[in-house]
């Protein structure tokens, strides 16, 4: 099972000077990819455990746009052991202007992380 989302890293998401995008931001996004695996797979959120790897490659500037995709590799108990990796599908120009931006032809894998996820007995539906 796998999830996928895909949104654009805004000036508000920019932390550091030269609008780069705090790497928080991109667990941010893996940690809604596996709220959306949890209650595909469970009928609920679910809580997220722990990180146990994670991985920054590239750059994220606002104005980029990151899919977030993750799936679940293990299944437990109540433990989801999930596998994420994020990937910059568009970048932004701002050295040519401030509103050009390029479709890559092929992705740049920005981070990769894995971790596992909760449901809790009382809480699973599914």
Known sequence: MSALIRLRMSSADAHYGGNLVDGARVLALFGDVATELLIANDGDEGLFVAYDKVEF??????????????????????????????????????????????????????????????????????
């Open 57 to 126: 490659l590239a750059p994220v500037f606002a104005g980029d746009y990151i899919e977030a995709e993750g799936r679940i590799t293990n299944i437990g108990n109540t433990s989801r052991r999930m596998e994420f990796e994020a990937r910059k599908v568009v970048a932004a120009r701002s050295d040519i202007s401030a509103t050009a931006a390029d479709v890559l032809d092929q992705p740049v894998v920005v981070c990769r992380a894995s971790g596992t996820c909760v449901v809790p007995k009382d809480k699973k539906r599914k």
